[in-house]
């Protein structure tokens, strides 16, 4: 066996928490090591967020300039993929670039290879460029994150089906995705490559698409999707997969209906990377899904094992997981920051764009909070009238006891960073009469929260 090299702290995987604490360690003189298999910067700016959002923007033009082309052929965007692939590559490549120096600037040790461990806190490293190390840690963290869950439906593994990673390489327009899935990534995806020129179908299992969501806002999604041509079937589950991705696939659905296509898309959940990390060896244990389990300061059942991210059950977002590192940071400097009771906002990027925080109208009744409702449909706003944006609408939930903001969901242009205008009400525990009342510059679109706030009805102890 390799000699053992000892490290203060260990980091298994890169992402968005654990690099960012790995980082602030090193910097602080600490003797630190992060085990990457491969994706410097973790998957949020390598295959996933960042990739996706400038494949996004890309469609987003392609959309606006059909559009004016005065196209009647009612053919979609002849996109030049292999330029759309080079803008979303030079992107990624810069931001991998900035945290490649970032990490060898920090002091760390960087070490690229597959990392399982072989006994408590101690890992065995396959380095990429041959040979083993075997690293030990004072405190290890587990940052490995969630790959794409391909369903158990006959034919689909054969199908050799597209996940967000390859579809974001595909050079060629593909003629029509079939997307299984009508969640987050799914439907980005799906408009995406709807608005670059593909035919799009999705399958969507629930009765509706983005099922975290209020059916108001579920509704106005897919009717915005169809809008566009998207074809969106809920309610509905692929039985069996015939053919291959990228040569032809037809999907058989238990309604009797068939749709066929040039590739298949899974979108369709996630699976915790947690096979093959020897956690057993660790004393690391998991939940039935597969998820690490943690405690709300994100402790394994393992001493000084901790875990961060998606692979630890956080919620599905690079802004979680740069939470856990804060939860981290406080409880290794003694402090008590956990993950109990945080609020994380969230937004699905799509058109019109999806923006929510806290409750819904669905959890609320779920959870037997009484609230006061207010909403108003985008085409109140100026803004999104001087945009041409007049799709979707605000709602916000108040407590119906006291005047705190509850949850505020936005389906309209700029909702993601309306939400943080909210988000900043609430957590400074203004009364929604304070952001009522506040001037905001007009026209801008978070303008609307005044409108939609004076919409709020009164305390039912007030009347
Ligand atoms: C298509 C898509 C779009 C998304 N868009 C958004 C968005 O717009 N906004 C948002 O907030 N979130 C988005 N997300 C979610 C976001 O990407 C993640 O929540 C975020 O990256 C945090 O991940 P993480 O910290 O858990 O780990 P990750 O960033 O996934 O990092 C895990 C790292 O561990 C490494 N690794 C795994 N196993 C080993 C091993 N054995 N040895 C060594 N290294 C290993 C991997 O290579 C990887 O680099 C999106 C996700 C997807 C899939």
């Excluded at 910067?41 to 996004?56: D, E, F, H, M, R």
């Excluded at 030079?90 to 461990?117: E, P, Q």
């Excluded at 304070?434 to 919409?455: F, T, Y």
Aim: aromatic share 4%; hydrophobic share 45%.
């Amino acid at each position: 066996m390799s000699n053992v090299e000892h490290y203060e702290y260990v980091f298994l995987g890169g992402g968005k928490g654990g690099k960012t604490l790995a980082m602030e360690l090193a910097q602080a003189g600490k003797r630190v090591a992060l085990i990457e298999r491969g994706m410097i910067g973790g998957s949020c700016i390598n295959v996933a967020c960042i990739p996706t959002k400038t494949l996004i923007q890309n469609a987003r033009v392609a959309h606006v300039r059909h559009a004016q082309s005065g196209d009647s052929t009612g053919e979609g965007p002849r996109t030049d993929m292999a330029q759309v692939v080079r803008n979303v590559r030079s992107v990624v490549n810069g931001m991998v670039d900035i945290n490649l120096k970032a990490f060898l600037a920090s002091g760390m040790n960087l070490v690229m290879g597959t990392g399982h461990f072989i006994a408590p806190r101690t890992l065995q490293v396959q380095l990429n460029d041959g040979g083993t190390r075997v690293i030990e840690g004072e405190h290890v963290f587990i940052n490995t994150g969630t790959t794409a869950a391909v369903p158990d439906v006959p034919g689909l593994r054969d199908a050799q089906p597209l996940t967000h990673v390859e579809a974001l390489q595909l050079e060629t327009l593909p003629e029509h995705v079939i997307v299984i899935g009508g969640g987050y990534i799914g439907l980005e995806m799906a408009q995406a490559y709807r608005r670059l020129g593909s035919k799009v179908t999705v399958i969507q299992e629930a009765p509706r698409v983005a099922m975290r969501e209020d059916e108001d806002v579920a509704e106005a999604i897919e009717a915005a999707l169809a809008e566009e041509g998207i074809d969106v079937r809920t309610g509905v589950k692929p039985v069996k997969v015939t053919g291959r991705s990228g040569e032809g696939v037809t999907v058989e659905l238990n309604n009797g209906a068939q749709v066929s296509g040039s590739h298949v898309l899974v979108a369709a959940g996630r699976t915790p990377v947690t096979h093959g990390l020897g956690l057993d060896a660790a004393g690391v244990e998991r939940d039935a899904r597969g998820f690490i389990k943690v405690d709300e300061r994100l402790a394994t059942s393992a001493a000084n094992t901790w875990a961060i991210g998606e692979v630890a059950g956080s919620p599905m977002f690079t802004h979680a997981s740069f939470d856990d590192y804060r939860v981290l940071k406080s409880q290794l400097a003694g402090g008590n920051r956990t993950t109990a009771d945080r609020i994380v906002p969230y937004a699905l990027f799509i058109e019109p764009e999806l923006g929510r925080i806290g409750l819904n109208e669905t959890d609320a009744k779920a959870r037997g909070i009484a609230v006061r409702v207010a909403k108003i449909p985008m085409a109140m706003v100026p803004r999104a009238r001087t945009n041409g944006a007049t799709k979707g609408f605000m709602k916000v939930l108040v407590d119906a006891h006291s005047d705190q903001i509850l949850g505020f969901t936005m389906l309209g242009t700029n909702a993601g960073d309306v939400v943080t205008a909210v988000q900043m009400a609430m957590l400074g525990k203004l009364p929604y009469t304070a952001v009522r009342d506040a001037i905001i510059a007009h026209p801008l679109i978070s303008e609307g929260l005044n409108i939609l706030l004076a919409k709020v009805p009164p305390r039912v102890d007030n009347l």
